[in-house]
């Protein structure tokens, strides 16, 4: 692979093509109308909650909300890439309505976050996505983890869609506890806008339900927006080769051989907001998400001229390679208890 490395060029030249067909181009036209669609819905859901008041029929809108706070969250992906403006200001301005109003989610936190995952994917020194705080991605920190990764990395493969239901709390805490301490950019706002989320959502569950009705609301809601969330993002990365120490790639093969899209139709493509097309979000970041679709034939048949592995796979099969991934990176603790002896590892780059 390292005998094929050239130097930017090569993403040079795909980035030409690219923006010679006009997929950098912005689409106010496109984000006005999904925005204004995501909000209605959003808020038509909440009109919904309080005209059908202490019923169990609210378990429906807490189904129809987990969607909507993944689909707001998708939006706030987009603004923090700057797919919608061309500025931060107005970029911060609105993912932190979204983010941090809409669903209690920190947009600076995710923000910082998220940047670091898109300049290292996969990097498990680097990549804050593969660190191994709950869960360990490659055999090395397998061999290195203690306590509960060590316990849960075990079988991960097997409870990974179970952790997920905690997942829309661990954003909701990664938030607070980002604002607790100094250091993101507009604390305050930040900590004022998460405090009326959690304020309203509280409250109108509170007034409308009663106390046993409103737990199972919330845990319904929380859940299953937990594992529509981490089904966004698991099949983009997750089975795909692990980074470590210094590597020779350049940014296009950096990008492109630890990114994996997902087949489908435009079903697949508005329930995952454009991020099966993982390859192309990460090497345009700031491309329109609507605009991935159409740059997807241009990437593929460059990378096939130049040589390049890339890999794309309909959904169940990536959330397989996601889960066969994991079990392969929890054999050394398994080994280590006396299980079967150890399959050949993975390659790395």
Request: proline share 5%; net charge positive.
């Amino acid at each position: 692979m390292t005998a094929n490395l050239r130097t930017g060029s090569d993403f040079a030249r795909l980035s030409r093509r690219i923006s010679e067909a006009g997929l950098l181009d912005r689409r106010p036209g496109y984000y006005v109308f999904r925005i204004s669609l995501v909000a209605t819905l959003f808020v038509s859901g909440w009109i919904a909650f309080f005209a059908i008041g202490d019923s169990w029929w609210q378990l429906a809108i807490a189904v129809f909300q987990a969607v909507m706070f993944g689909q707001i969250a998708l939006l706030s992906h987009d603004l923090a890439h700057r797919q919608v403006f061309r500025t931060r200001r107005p970029s911060e301005i609105v993912g932190r309505i979204a983010g941090n109003l809409g669903v209690g989610m920190s947009y600076g936190w995710w923000m910082d976050k998220h940047t670091r995952h898109h300049a290292n994917p996969n990097h498990e020194d680097l990549d804050p996505d593969v660190d191994p705080d709950i869960l360990v991605w490659s055999k090395d920190q397998a061999r290195a983890s203690k306590g509960l990764p060590r316990f849960i990395g075990r079988y991960q493969a097997f409870l990974f869609f179970p952790l997920l239901t905690l997942e829309g709390l661990n954003l909701h805490f990664s938030g607070i506890r980002a604002v607790a301490k100094p250091g993101i950019r507009q604390r305050g706002i930040e900590a004022a806008l998460l405090l009326a989320h959690f304020a309203l959502y509280f409250s109108a569950l509170l007034i409308v339900l009663s106390p046993g009705k409103a737990l199972v609301f919330f845990v319904v809601h929380k859940a299953l927006w937990g594992v529509y969330m981490g089904s966004i993002f698991a099949p983009n990365h997750k089975g795909m080769p692990i980074l470590s120490g210094e590597t020779e790639l350049d940014f296009l093969r950096k990008q492109v051989l630890t990114s994996r899209n997902v087949r489908g139709g435009r079903v697949v493509d508005v329930a995952l907001g454009g991020l099966n097309y993982q390859i192309e979000h990460h090497l345009f970041p700031s491309m329109p998400s609507t605009h991935l679709r159409r740059a997807r034939p241009i990437v593929q048949e460059y990378c096939a001229e130049i040589g390049v592995p890339y890999h794309e796979t309909g959904l169940a099969e990536s959330y397989a390679l996601a889960l066969r991934s994991l079990h392969e990176a929890g054999e050394p603790i398994r080994l280590s208890e006396g299980s079967p002896a150890e399959t050949p590892a993975r390659g790395r780059l």
